[in-house]
């Protein structure tokens, strides 16, 4: 099979738009195809763009606006219910020109991707959902709801969690895992937090997780995970109103020190509430012409605070591998090979934390005394420096093993 010289996206999220700008700086014409009529939806209020990211963005040429858009976090304060300071978990440490990992705006972050891969000529077309694709000698068609086609030499599925690209590569691999919590958030303006500009709190409640950064306007942006043991059917989370939340959030949150109770009541509206999912691991990644990347592949828990950040890194891997080793399927084993092993290790340290996230009052004690010394640990270890040191270099051939920086 010959190097590839287009490329089918589908989802116009995170990995969709990156993948594109890499494939175009590769030489691979792309078109991206988004699902979305329009814009970003509100889901998942805020994220962290991990200096592992920046450094992936930097390897396209496209971290400037995503920087702009957010603000530096250089780490998260973790406290009790009772306000009782536990520590700081790390966000790595600064990139060689100062740059710390930074928190974004999830919708912010893919306007940010989308409108650079527009400024340099790729084609988005919204509105498209894939439903079916065709591989042959050829290429690849691809059929959107719409009844509209389209044909390349290869496809990536960058759709995410619930993809669409992952059923057709594989039919029986197991539905994403539900992590028994579900999630909103909001944007609260007049709530004096106790905690600098720029900073970022997350507290450990007796009943439920509770996150918030204060953005340097002064508004607040937060986030909640509750526990809710059975996944809810699809569309049932949304017929509980914003009013019905706020009522199970003030028992959720009544014995809690912090500012949860006061940033919920001044917000005017929550995200829409979503079950978290994720893909720990997904035996098949690719056929001859088909890949999934991004969370489509290997979501983790958004307690990772990595999932954008990986799938930035998929984009420069993909694009690499694509340029470098020839055919499709040569390439699609390489970026395998290299991708695998990483983004399993930090979904498996996520689901670790996730479980922390709201236990009994045994779980709660020996957490609160063992956390303390887990941060210290953990902030300089090997472990949380591969993470966030990992670096990304355009010109290195795909074949190479990447490195830590030094
Ligand atoms: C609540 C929450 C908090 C998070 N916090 C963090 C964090 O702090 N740090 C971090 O790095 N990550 C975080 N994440 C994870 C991060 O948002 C994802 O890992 C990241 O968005 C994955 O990018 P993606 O492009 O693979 O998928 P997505 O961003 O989900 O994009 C997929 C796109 O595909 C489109 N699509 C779906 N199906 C189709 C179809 N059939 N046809 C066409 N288009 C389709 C969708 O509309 C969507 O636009 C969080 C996620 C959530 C939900």
Redesign the pocket.
């Known amino acids: 099979m010959r190097t590839p010289r287009t490329a089918i996206i589908?989802?116009?999220?995170?990995?969709?738009p990156?993948t594109a700008m890499a494939l175009t700086k590769a030489g691979i014409t792309a078109t991206v195809?988004?699902?979305?009529p329009e814009g970003?939806?509100g889901?998942?209020?805020?994220?962290?763009?991990?200096t592992n990211?920046i450094d992936a963005l930097r390897a396209i040429d496209a971290d400037g606006p995503a920087i702009a858009a957010g603000f530096p976090t250089p780490g998260i304060t973790l406290r009790t219910h009772t306000g009782k300071r536990l520590g700081v978990s790390t966000t790595g440490g600064a990139l060689a020109d100062g740059t710390l990992s930074h928190?974004i705006r999830?919708a912010d972050?893919?306007e940010a991707l989308h409108n650079q891969a527009v400024a340099r000529g790729i084609d988005v077309a919204r509105g498209?959902?894939?439903?079916s694709a065709q591989e042959s000698t050829d290429g690849v068609r691809a059929v959107?709801?719409d009844g509209t086609e389209a044909h390349a030499d290869i496809l990536i599925g960058?759709?995410?969690?619930?993809?669409?690209?992952r059923r057709l590569i594989a039919p029986a691999a197991p539905v994403p895992s539900y992590t028994g919590l579900l999630?909103t958030?909001g944007y609260a303006t007049g709530v004096k937090v106790p905690a600098a500009p720029g900073s970022y709190e997350m507290i450990f409640g007796k009943r439920a997780f509770f996150g918030y950064a204060l953005a340097p306007d002064g508004q607040v942006w937060w986030?909640v995970n509750i526990p809710h043991s059975r996944e809810p059917a699809q569309g049932e989370v949304e017929t509980i109103s914003t009013a019905q939340w706020r009522e199970r959030f003030a028992e959720v949150f009544a014995e809690d020190t912090g500012p949860a109770l006061e940033l919920i009541a001044a917000t005017p509206d929550f995200?829409p509430m979503?079950p978290?999912h994720t893909i720990p691991h997904l035996s098949r990644w690719h056929t001859d012409r088909v890949i999934v990347?991004?969370?489509?592949a290997h979501?983790?828990s958004?307690t990772?605070?990595?999932?954008?950040?990986?799938?930035i890194e998929?984009a420069v891997v993909l694009a690499t591998s694509l340029r470098d080793l020839g055919s499709p399927d040569q390439a699609f084993t390489q970026f395998e090979m290299v991708r695998r092993p990483r983004v399993e290790k930090i979904i498996k340290a996520a689901a670790r934390i996730n479980n922390n996230k709201a236990p009994g009052a045994a779980g709660r004690l020996i957490r609160d005394l063992m956390l303390p010394t887990i941060l210290k640990l953990t902030a300089t270890a090997k472990g949380v420096r591969e993470v966030y040191e990992h670096h990304l270099d355009w010109s290195t051939p795909a074949s190479t093993t990447r490195t830590v920086r030094s």
């Open positions: 589908i989802g116009g999220g995170i990995a969709g990156a195809h988004e699902a979305r970003a939806d889901n998942g209020i805020m994220l962290t763009l991990a990211g928190t999830r972050l893919y498209k959902r894939l439903v959107f709801q960058c759709d995410g969690v619930h993809s669409t690209v999630t958030g986030f995200a979503t978290i990347i991004g969370d489509a979501a983790p958004p990772s605070g990595q999932g954008a950040s990986l799938s998929d």
